[in-house]
């Protein structure tokens, strides 16, 4: 029998070889479908590690594949080594699911680009790495995969590197990446001193009895490895790169920064909860993270009037909610919202990605409106996706949000603070997300005569996705029902990878009434929005108005990029200058070669054989050299 | 017969020294002269190639000792023998040489038009001054062909190179013989004071010297090395060096020849003086590191994509000196192995940066832009070879760095700290300037006519973009060729020497050479 775990992990990259070698001659369609093809195969092949696992006892359920020796030094050794668990497992079913559906989206999205092909080269490209992220068993091939997926997004996000902005994007994308691995490898760095491997068996295993809980190291290594998730998974202080990132085909924003790339940091720390729960400080660094990430992003995403940038800070925000969870020990909460933020957030990329194909590349949600007449199925997925992301039962975003919401009031690392921080994010996220269904889909239309003259839904291969999702974004919280027992079957599933649920004070009053609240948050969100937005068109403005230094500020994101350029990357620039040309050129040149007096003696050198006699210079070098070696060798008798 | 019984290493060593000899009896006053020339060159680098092959595949992994050995009698009046071998570092170091050297000329194929007969003389004459250095086990041998090398440089640099050329290939001179002069000094002192009587570099690394006298010695050594590598503070020749070298020069001085520097300090400077090396190890990884950061911020400001790379190479350097002198397994074998990688990724940089300039004539950066619209396999190469440079996990520089860190990071933890920003910063030079370059809006109607590679550039990049990707994927075959050697210098220069009585009442060196020799042959 084939080897699942290979399968899942080759599939994507033998896409790429196909289309590497006969994509360029064969043209967009074919490369379109070997790549969706590859993808789905590796889905099937998911369920099939999936079903499998099921099939064994739960604290069995593991598969294991391990290719080669990668980096064998002394006693230090990494394998090219994977493994499929429950985590692993919920992972690579997100990844090649979504993926799948986002494949075939493409085919339509991306139809007559010129760089079609390129495109789908860098999606199968970046799926393998993914892949290769989750499903790694140890913490370099989690790395490989975490670089690799950096790369592709860098890559993807210039993909039309026509536009200045688009290069620029990516570069900022990977730079900043960059610093949060700067601090991951110093962690890895740090484990490999303590634990001397980085295999996820063997330092998890022996974390609990190597690692003092509390201690300093404990919370070095922690801090450390989620400063790599923060420029991962975009929270604070490294969110910056996200918005940005919008440059990229809006495929690909559904895909690499909404439904996956960016969900690695909680993945990653998920998975090291064992490190975690040894460092009570660097948990509480985390739901701290977290629970402003959450508010500050969705402040933002509130009057934000780019569709996308809109959607990219309210990303931003519902990782803040993941990695809130995390830092309160809702595990599989965080992964829950993870999975069911994967369907709708992916739908609602997608949906305005058939608005902005269908406008010509429009992304102004002000030159819009009332497009719910022309793109009825975009219109109404959307539709289903926003009420899924508010919050509103029995919506996917409903029962991971209120899990969320509920550990952060009830865990032991939790708080009535952090509840209120996710509250009032879960009113935010109702009002941006029914402002941008209002302001895009309904009201008054502003486009121009001739463009509404040639509105259009997209196509089948775009809208078929589409409402694959909106049924996901429906039913995908089913797996997670609380309060009845048994019902919560998806951290059932996780416990094995998790440690368990947290089981035990589930009181069910408390909890309807929880459930309840944030219900009533959600539809309060709404009709907010609805009151702002439908009713009284202009209410916001109005609220602008009142506020006009407030509003220029969170419009212009808190200024937080033109603090970083001013503070760190203009002084950086000029330092690097100076270095070059006042230290470099100017003070080592001379003062090595004895101030001056070198250069000077190089100079008058340099004349000396300026004259062309460099040959004959040359042979009377040799000469000499052998003369010197023959009256050395003429003692050899 | 076994194939260690056979010369291997002198043929290898002197047949690109012959047949430079042997491009004398070709005309090249005509093209087609030319072109015997180069394909005459490019047979002598390849078959030099072949036995460096054969050396390889007859090489014992788990044997840490010389390999290959040959000794003879030269000027035994000086105790000077010609006497060679080779074990798992320099092993390496020795296939990069004979692999780069026919790409060098395979390149230069049409990019050298005058003095083709002499242009190739002169690589094939440095290929053989590499090659000797690194198998050389006598000192006199070794400052030989260490000497003897820079004179086919000297002239690459001074007669086919840029504007400045001259004033670069005087300079790069001057730099590289002053370090020489002071490890004259001190081969002359362990010849004559230390009582030995010889220049055998086994019989000296397996006498103890007196620990305070191995300050001022290890000091001459390690100086005419850091030069070479080049540490900050020395490394100013190499930017103007790099520049002014044609494409060939280029290549072979990043790929090969500042490796010598680390070569020198791993074979000879720190097992000869290991007190005195642990004693300096401070402040050299103190100067590595700011190598490190130094070099890569200024990399970022270059304009010229050719100076972004030399400057690049202080820092990559740096991170190698760093891993040696972290006196650890890790730090070790990860440091010969980014020897190796940085040979790989800056030499096929170099040979990029060649391509586009002789096709455009410029290497300012802001001359170009977009230029992945005319030339996307160029850009694939390009990419690729970039971020191996960067250390991308699963290319080559990867494995280097990540395991040189590691055995900073063991030994202390502020430098591991602040080599690895070294990664934040190669990521924003390389990238800012692949933007630049290879993106950043359409190309100019200069630009956008430029052909992409023609078949024999493909045939340059392909070899190396296969070994980028082999080495970082599945090196577990040279780390474990590394290794032992690795391993058994590490106890070299770990042990610690006691005040050794008087240098002269040592035992005979006849008698310690015999005893050592003894333990050469498996």
Redesign the interface.
Known sequence: MMNLIALILFLPLAGLFVNLLFGWKLGEKFAGWVASAAISGAFLAAMGGFVRLIGLPPEARLLRLVL???????G?QVN?GFMLDPLSSVMTLVITGVGALIHFYSMGYMHGDRGVVRYFIYLNLFVFFMLTLVLGDNF?VL??GW??VG?CS?LLI?FW????SA??A??KA??FN??G??CF??GL??I??VFGTLDFAEVLGRAPTTLVAGSGIATAICLLLFAGATGKSAQIPLYVWLPDAMEGPTPVSALIHAATMVTAGVYMVARAYVLFELSPVAMNVVAIVGAVTLLVAASIALVQTDIKRVLAYSTVSQLGYMVLALGVGAYSAAIFHLMTHAFFKALLFMGAGSVIHSLDGEQEMNKMGGLNAALPVTSMTCTIAALAIAGVFPLAGFFSKDAILYSAMTSEHGGVLFWLAGAAGALMTAIYIFRLIFKTFHGKCNLTMETQARLHESPRVMTLPLQALAGLSIAGGWVGIPLIPGADIFGGFLAPSLGGLAEGHHEALFEVIMMAISLAIALLGIYIAYKLFVRNVGGGAAYAERWPRLYRLVLNKYYVDEAYDYMIIQP??R???R??KDF??GF??SS?GGVGG?VR???A??RQ??TGY??SY?IT??VG?LAV?LY??S??? | MALTDYPLITWMVFLPLLGGFALMLIQDSDEAGGQRVRAAALIFSLITFLISAAIYYGFQADFAGMQFVERGQWIPRFGISYHVGLDGISLPLILLTTFLTPLTILFSWRDIKSRVRFYHMALLFLETGMLGVFVSLDFFLFYVFWEGMLIPMYLIIGVWGGTRRIYAAVKFFLYTMAGSVLMLVAILWLHFEAGTGTFDILVHLSRPIDPALQGWLFAAFALSFAIKVPLFPFHTWLPDAHVEAPTAGSVILAGVLLKMGTYGLMRLAMPLFPTAAREFATIIMVLAVIGIIYGALVAMVQQDIKKLVAYSSVSHLGFVVLGLFSFTLLGATGGVLQMVNHGISTGALFLIVGMIYSRRHTRQIEDFGGIARAMPVFSIFFVITALGSIGLPGLNGFVGEFTILAGTFSRSIPFGVAATSGVVLAAIYMLWMLQRVLFNGEPSRVNSRLPDLNFREWVVLVPLVVLMFWLGLYPKPILGKIEPSAQAWLRQVNRRVLRVESPRKAPLPQAVLSSSLKGLRP
């Open positions: 080669f020796e990668w980096i064998p030094i002394g230090f090219a370099l790395f490989v670089e690799g790369l860098y210039g590197f026509g536009r200045e290069c620029e990516g570069k990977f730079v960059r610093v691995d700067f490898l110093i760095f740090l490999i001193g950086v620039k330092i690097s200058t270095l070059w470099d050129d080592v040149d090595v070198f003696l190089i100079g050198a340099a054989l300026q460099v040959k040359a070098m040799l050299a070696i050395l060798t003692g050899m008798k």
